[in-house]
């Protein structure tokens, strides 16, 4: 099958991306789905920092590649071995496929999983598997109509993909497209972090520290879970009054040079629970200081892996801290997914309203640019 797709050929190209055009839009072709896999048409796809750090270097990945990992989408065909799905399903996209029986999976843990993790890291789907080539264009191989890479086991800015089984979920089909994709990443990693690693408590104080899509997700979780005090930290006055308008109690600029003294006087000492969904390691730096005594700070905003934090290790005895990493929100996928759904159907976590631009396929490189100035929370590519 041949259709269209965002091809990445070269990483740190400069901004604004409309002009240097990281994202080329080709003709490429997919091989039928084997064993385990399934055939899908990609419906809706976010734009994520995720997919940016792909794009401006952060985090590295095998050249060429097709990006984009947060979808929905419709299933087509089955391949062999697949029986838990029919043609016309609905399902989410999942960034980390799990195998189910490495030691990850078996405990409970599948956003760890090692064969996942691998297979990622290679560019390939789960088992080493890479469906896409070229058609026009140079592959892996540097020949024309080589082999792609597939970012994330999804390669999901496109019209098609072949997935692993193992990263789809089915979800409710009455849900929207274009709001069902948010929960491929946005959600269950904002949300996760605070329902799954932090366990958030009602009644205690919280606060989100980087309101792209996943930290305003992390902003509504903390409110349906019962948060009395949620505070939400941005560079942008614009994602400020965003927050106000979701319920954050109340708002402060982290550009503000007394901006954690601010926060722990209005908090009296600092909040219960942290989040980190900036990817950077200031951010990190800012949560762990404005989090009280016996607190928890998580993090998952994933800067440079170059990137290190000094903490002042005295602080994590004396006062008993934790800090927590968190990866796909600590998810369970097939039973997060669904209930995180229920929640947004009744009215918990009005995800809707995360949504920025509804874009085409061919405007990505524009819709870089927003989301590199941090002025768009969630842009969605619509397919059709």
Same mark, same amino acid.
């Given at each position: 099958?041949? @259709?269209?797709?965002?091809?990445?050929?070269?990483?740190?190209?400069?901004? +604004?991306?409309?002009?240097?055009?990281?994202?080329?839009?080709?003709?490429?072709?997919?091989?039928?789905?084997?064993?385990?896999?399934?055939?899908?048409?990609?419906?809706?796809?976010? !734009?994520?920092?995720? &997919?940016?750090?792909?794009?401006? $270097? &952060?985090?590295?990945?095998?050249?060429?590649?097709?990006?984009?990992?947060?979808?929905?989408?419709?299933? !087509?065909?089955?391949?062999?071995?697949?029986?838990?799905?029919?043609?016309?399903?609905?399902?989410?996209?999942?960034?980390?496929?799990?195998?189910?029986?490495? +030691?990850?999976?078996a405990s409970g843990r599948p956003a760890l999983c090692v064969p996942g993790g691998e297979s990622n890291a290679a560019g390939s789907l789960l088992g080493g598997?890479?469906? *896409?080539?070229?058609?026009?264009?140079?592959?892996?191989?540097?020949?024309?109509?080589?082999?792609?890479?597939?970012?994330?086991?999804?390669?999901?800015?496109?019209?098609?993909?072949?997935?692993?089984?193992?990263?789809?979920?089915?979800?409710?089909?009455? *849900?929207?497209?274009?709001?069902?994709?948010?929960? $491929?990443?946005?959600?269950?990693?904002? #949300?996760?972090?605070?329902?799954?690693?932090?366990?958030?408590?009602?009644?205690?104080? /919280?606060?989100?520290?980087?309101?792209?899509?996943?930290?305003?997700?992390?902003?509504?979780?903390?409110?349906?879970?019962? #948060?009395?005090? /949620?505070?939400?930290?941005?560079?942008?006055?614009?994602?400020?009054?965003?927050?106000?308008?979701? $319920?954050?109690?109340?708002?402060?600029?982290?550009?503000?040079?007394?901006?954690?003294?601010?926060?722990? #006087?209005?908090?009296?000492?600092?909040?219960?629970?942290? @989040?980190?969904?900036?990817?950077?390691?200031? #951010?990190?730096?800012?949560?762990?200081?404005?989090?009280?005594?016996?607190?928890?700070? /998580?993090?998952?905003?994933?800067?440079?892996?170059?990137?290190?934090?000094?903490?002042?290790?005295?602080?994590?005895?004396?006062?008993?801290?934790?800090?927590?990493?968190s990866y796909v929100g600590s998810c369970v996928p097939s039973r997060d997914i669904p209930r995180f759904i229920a929640m947004y159907k009744a009215g918990l !976590?009005?995800?809707?309203?995360?949504?920025?631009?509804?874009?085409?396929?061919?405007?990505?490189?524009?819709?870089?640019?927003?989301?590199?100035? $941090?002025?768009?929370?969630?842009?969605?590519?619509?397919?059709?």
């Amino acid at each position: 099958m041949k @259709f269209r797709a965002a091809v990445l050929r070269e990483m740190s190209l400069p901004m +604004p991306y409309a002009d240097s055009r990281p994202l080329s839009i080709e003709e490429v072709e997919v091989a039928p789905p084997g064993r385990g896999e399934i055939l899908v048409r990609i419906r809706a796809a976010g !734009l994520c920092h995720s &997919d940016l750090s792909a794009i401006n $270097g &952060d985090r590295p990945w095998p050249m060429p590649i097709v990006p984009g990992h947060e979808a929905a989408a419709e299933v !087509l065909e089955l391949g062999d071995g697949v029986t838990d799905l029919a043609v016309g399903d609905h399902v989410a996209l999942i960034f980390r496929p799990n195998c189910g029986t490495c +030691p990850s999976c078996a405990s409970g843990r599948p956003a760890l999983c090692v064969p996942g993790g691998e297979s990622n890291a290679a560019g390939s789907l789960l088992g080493g598997y890479k469906r *896409l080539r070229a058609v026009a264009g140079t592959g892996i191989d540097g020949k024309p109509g080589g082999t792609l890479n597939h970012h994330l086991g999804c390669a999901a800015f496109a019209e098609y993909a072949v997935v692993s089984r193992r990263s789809a979920v089915k979800i409710d089909p009455t *849900l929207p497209w274009d709001e069902a994709a948010l929960f $491929g990443c946005a959600v269950i990693t904002g #949300a996760g972090a605070v329902v799954n690693t932090a366990k958030v408590e009602a009644g205690t104080k /919280v606060a989100v520290v980087g309101l792209g899509g996943v930290g305003f997700s992390s902003l509504l979780a903390a409110k349906a879970v019962g #948060a009395v005090e /949620v505070i939400a930290v941005d560079m942008l006055d614009a994602k400020l009054d965003k927050a106000r308008e979701l $319920g954050a109690t109340q708002c402060f600029n982290a550009g503000d040079p007394a901006v954690i003294d601010r926060i722990k #006087a209005a908090t009296g000492g600092g909040v219960d629970y942290a @989040f980190e969904m900036a990817g950077s390691v200031k #951010a990190l730096e800012l949560a762990y200081r404005i989090t009280a005594r016996g607190g928890t700070t /998580v993090t998952a905003g994933l800067p440079n892996p170059a990137h290190k934090w000094e903490m002042q290790a005295v602080t994590l005895i004396a006062e008993e801290r934790t800090v927590k990493g968190s990866y796909v929100g600590s998810c369970v996928p097939s039973r997060d997914i669904p209930r995180f759904i229920a929640m947004y159907k009744a009215g918990l !976590l009005p995800v809707d309203k995360l949504l920025s631009e509804r874009i085409r396929l061919d405007d990505i490189n524009g819709a870089l640019d927003r989301l590199a100035r $941090g002025e768009s929370i969630r842009q969605v590519i619509m397919m059709d």
